[in-house]
């Protein structure tokens, strides 16, 4: 995760709007910065937030997928427990054409009020992880 202090994410915001889909968009956070109460709240919340910004426009189930990693559990209240671990919302849109494609990554950090650009390279642990979550492609 990144800090407040690395220097290789900007202080202010910079969409990098204008990216044509398909593209990815990788938001870490913790969990205690999401706001919403209930799981689904704090997911549809979160891919609005991601979709506005990028985009200017709610989330499309016609044309985005989201997933969700680390935020810990159902539908039930936030619990104490899960309070500072770390998350990450995936935002998909649009489709590639053959499965050779790789869509740009952009990847931002949630610091409970705004998004963050960072501009440095996704770990190589992230990359393996998002193998795990496919690009979803054209018929």
């Not at 999401?34 to 200017?56: D, Q």
Request: some cysteine; overall charge negative.
């Amino acid at each position: 995760m990144e800090t407040d202090s690395d220097a290789s994410s900007s202080s202010e915001p910079e969409p990098v709007l204008g990216v044509p889909d398909p593209v990815r968009i990788l938001v870490e956070t913790t969990t205690h910065l999401v706001p919403g109460e209930l799981y689904s709240e704090r997911i549809n919340g979160m891919r609005n937030v991601i979709c506005h910004y990028h985009w200017g426009r709610a989330f499309d189930d016609a044309t985005d997928r989201c997933y969700v990693y680390g935020l810990g559990g159902a539908d039930d209240l936030r619990s104490e427990r899960d309070q500072s671990r770390v998350c990450f919302f995936l935002v998909d849109s649009g489709e590639t054409l053959s499965e050779r494609e790789n869509p740009p990554v952009l990847r931002y950090r949630w610091t409970g009020k705004k998004l963050v650009y960072i501009r440095r390279a996704l770990p190589a642990v992230v990359v393996a992880k998002l193998k795990e979550y496919p690009f979803m492609r054209r018929a």
